[in-house]
Nanobody
């Protein structure tokens, strides 16, 4: 069984900062790529940032220069440092990981339950 647990969401004023964490636990051999998505009310779930096991990163244009994704492979944990937050960043943020549970196993995608981020103007 694999679990992804997000933490660090909350209410912050515009211009403020938050740091999200996503901890993966259970039977894990290797995590290939980890991603943060977000979904605002009434909108589709969008990719925010991604990081590979080689620490290659990618960001949505809307967060470039403000958000930083990182990971600690020893702890199977991913982070999202969010600075200069804007009201339009308000959403539920979801953690996603593509991982293998065994050395020769297939890679599967897992999701966390999400954490709410609310930015007030």
């Amino acid at each position: 069984q694999v679990q992804l647990v997000e933490s660090g969401g909350g209410l912050v004023q515009a211009g403020g900062s938050l740091r999200l964490s996503c901890a993966a636990s259970g039977t894990i051999f290797s995590i290939n790529v980890m991603r943060w998505y977000r979904q605002a009310p009434g909108k589709q779930r969008d990719l925010v940032a991604a990081i590979t096991n080689a620490n290659n990163t990618d960001y949505a244009d809307s967060v470039k220069g403000r958000f930083t994704i990182s990971r600690d492979n020893a702890k199977n944990t991913m982070y999202l440092q969010m600075n200069s937050l804007k009201p339009e960043d308000t959403a539920v943020y979801y953690c996603n990981a593509v991982l293998t549970k065994y050395q020769w196993g297939n890679a599967y995608s897992y999701w966390g339950q999400g954490t709410q981020v609310t930015v007030s103007s």
